[in-house]
């Protein structure tokens, strides 16, 4: 929160188009009904200036055949300004849920309030300087 209040300061963006939208995906069932999702983004990538993370899930029921379209509209609702990047989706049976970064807090619930309105989610917000999550889930290999 900035001085009395009023916002917070402007953080650091994220490059999109440097980033890419190179995604590798690894099932995580036998049956192919659980699976993860990792942004490829570069080893040497400063991930410094973006030490907030968010876990996102919907609020109701998410069914298979729904995901693509709930991602679809979390992707667009975190990255449209280039706010926020969404680096990660496990996607289980009857649950979806997404991983983001941003440079402040204030970045990630502007992004997800507006998501809110047209697809009902709960988050939760923490500062991780280390990205942990999705640093181990990449380790694990994700293809």
Same mark, same amino acid.
């Given at each position: 929160m900035g001085l009395f209040g009023f916002g917070d300061k402007p953080g650091a963006r994220f490059d999109l188009a440097a980033i890419g939208e190179q995604w590798r995906t690894r099932a995580l069932s036998a049956d192919r009904t659980a699976s993860?999702?990792? #942004?490829?983004i570069d080893d040497d990538f400063d991930r410094g200036p973006f030490?907030?993370?968010?876990?996102?899930q919907p609020l109701a029921v998410v069914l298979p055949d729904q995901f693509d379209r709930w991602t679809a509209a979390t992707h667009f609702a975190l990255e449209r300004d280039g706010d926020a990047?969404?680096?990660l989706v496990h996607r289980e049976p009857r649950l979806i849920t997404w991983y %983001?970064? %941003?440079?402040? $807090?204030?970045?990630?619930? #502007?992004?997800? $309030?507006?998501? $809110?309105k047209t697809n009902p989610v709960r988050w939760g917000i923490h500062h991780d300087r280390e990205w942990a999550d999705?640093? #181990?889930? #990449?380790l694990h290999g994700a293809e």
């Open positions: 993860v999702s990792i #942004r490829v030490p907030f993370v968010a876990l996102i990047l969404l680096v %983001a970064h %941003a440079a402040t $807090k204030g970045q990630l619930e #502007r992004c997800l $309030k507006a998501l $809110k999705y640093d #181990r889930a #990449r």
